[in-house]
């Protein structure tokens, strides 16, 4: 993909300085933008996509916190657990 000599003359570009000076919060924003847009560009000119997205992306998410049936989540701060 890219070599160490390419990433130095990248961090040198004037434009992409923002990126590699104000270190990984500030390129998590930026990229986290750029994905968005990214994402909903595609989805505006393919929009098959939508449902696939919707169903990917729902599987991910917890709905009801304050039940979850997974064991895990229920530990106290004294509970004894493997990591």
């Known amino acids: 993909l890219f070599a160490g000599a390419d990433l130095l003359e990248l961090a040198n570009e004037p434009r992409l300085v923002p990126f590699f000076l104000y270190g990984f919060g500030k390129f998590y924003i930026i990229s986290s933008i750029t994905m968005l847009s990214t ?14 997205l919707i169903f990917i992306g729902g599987g991910c998410t917890i709905w009801d916190k304050k039940n979850n049936p997974e064991p895990w989540n229920k530990l106290g701060p004294n509970d004894q657990y493997k990591v």
């Open 39 to 52: 994402v909903s560009r595609q989805l505006r000119s393919h929009p098959a996509l939508i449902p696939l």
